[in-house]
């Protein structure tokens, strides 16, 4: 709710707090794993696509050759008239079955026309050459006395079970499901 040049937020409560982003009336907004409103049916790609501003990018490391509804519906995120309706481009770029099962693809490279003004598209070892190295860093944290507590508690039911495995060969489905839980 605080006045601030940029906000971030998170897919889960678009739909809850459609009202208040609107609201905000950003003037760009980006969507970082914009492969998460593929799905043009779900909730939250649905109130995703309820945003404006005058400028939106999205971006995305998942490959979208997949299928041709989840290029649709990123796409339409940053231009809705783009790729035309659904209906209509699905049509003029896929080849299904009697049953509607997709089976092959057509005027592919007309789609990649329409999009070479809005799309920036890198490969893995195009991306790879301008990344610096891997760094790992460990830090090892100290569990709390409750923490501590809840683990040792779970080290002696594991630690009985186990014994009792090995005294009898076998584990019950109870014992197994036990284990699995304390683990």
């Known amino acids: ?3 601030s040049f940029y906000k971030i937020t998170n897919y889960e409560v678009i739909h809850r707090d459609i009202e208040l982003i ?3 009336a950003p ?3 980006i969507l970082d794993e914009a492969q998460r409103i ?4 779900t909730r939250r790609a649905q109130s995703v696509k309820k945003l404006d501003s005058k400028y939106a990018v999205v971006l995305t490391g998942t490959p979208l050759e997949n299928r041709l509804e989840e290029l649709h519906s990123i796409v339409e995120f940053v231009d809705r008239f783009r790729l035309g309706p659904m209906f209509r481009f699905l049509a003029e770029h ?3 079955d009697d049953v509607g099962k997709v089976i092959g693809y057509h005027n592919l490279s007309k789609i990649a026309k329409s999009l070479k003004p809005i799309l920036v598209r890198r490969t893995k070892n195009e991306v790879l050459k301008e990344l610096p190295d891997r760094l790992d860093k460990n830090y090892f944290v100290p569990m709390t006395k409750e923490q501590m507590k809840h683990h040792e508690e779970n080290r002696e039911i594991v630690a009985r079970i186990v014994a009792r495995w090995q ?4 584990l019950s ?3 197994q499901r036990r284990l699995m839980i304390a683990l």
């Open 94 to 96: 896929q080849h299904v």
């Open 38 to 41: 593929k799905n043009w049916k």
């Open 173 to 175: 489905e109870t014992d």
């Open 167 to 170: 005294r009898l060969g076998f």
């Open 22 to 24: 609107r609201n905000w």
């Open 1 to 3: 709710a605080s006045d």
């Open 27 to 29: 003037d760009m907004i």
